[in-house]
């Protein structure tokens, strides 16, 4: 079984990684669990932090009900480290995932992310990971987390206006999607010339893969 937990409150998003996790891996268990006690969003450091301590909660009941992989379902990474000391099995962040499959997919990628105030914990995230020579840019689209909940359309054109704007000018042979909100987007852009790598489907078959 792989655990999903999406460290915001809003179970949507929660149902959404849910859908797209089974595409990518048919054959595999597959749960997805909402921190209840987490912010609606997780934009910026603060709302990280506030998620933290009820994601280590699910993180321990995961690990206790034999969990073979936990997935973190924030681009953020958010709690990443303090997960994976408390976990027995592998804890994955979706952000992660999406870097290092994006680095097998040429020597370099940009990251499409949400607003203004997640590009620093972006930008030091790659950094640690060791990636930050494979980064064009990590690029804010302007749209609030919850936007492309309740705003689909116009927030999906924004983030595609984006990621055009990434692919002439960054010279890159990939696009993160930097929010788990915009697991749709890979869906829904046949009207874009480059690879676009979504963090949910690439931390779901690198866990199947563990």
């Known amino acids: 079984m792989i655990v999903i937990i999406n460290p915001n409150s809003t179970h949507s998003m929660t149902t959404a990684m849910l859908e797209t996790a089974h595409k990518a891996a048919p054959e595999t268990q597959v749960v997805g669990w909402t921190s209840a006690g987490g912010p609606p969003a997780i934009q910026g450091e603060q709302d990280g932090n506030a998620a933290i301590p009820p994601l280590l909660e699910l993180v321990k009941k995961a690990d206790g009900a034999g969990a073979r992989a936990i997935i973190i379902g924030c681009f953020d990474d958010t709690g990443l480290s303090a997960a994976r000391a408390l976990a027995t099995c592998p804890v994955i962040g979706i952000g992660q995932a999406a870097y290092h499959l994006a680095s097998l997919f040429g020597q370099r990628f940009s990251v499409v992310t949400t607003l203004d105030v997640s590009v620093p914990i972006l930008n030091a995230n790659v950094s640690d990971y060791g990636l930050a020579k494979n980064l064009g840019r990590i690029r804010a689209s302007g749209v609030p987390v919850l936007a492309?909940?309740?705003?689909?359309a116009n927030a999906t054109e924004k983030v595609k206006a984006e990621i055009r704007a990434a692919v002439r000018e960054d010279g890159i042979n990939s696009v993160v999607l930097g929010c788990a909100g915009m697991?749709?987007?890979v869906e829904e852009s046949d009207d874009i010339s480059i690879k676009l790598i979504d963090?949910?489907?690439?931390?779901?078959?690198?866990?199947?893969?563990?």
Do not use: K, S, W, Y
């Open 148 to 152: 492309l909940e309740d705003d689909r």
């Open 183 to 185: 697991v749709h987007i």
């Open 199 to 210: 963090g949910v489907q690439a931390a779901v078959r690198f866990a199947t893969m563990l």
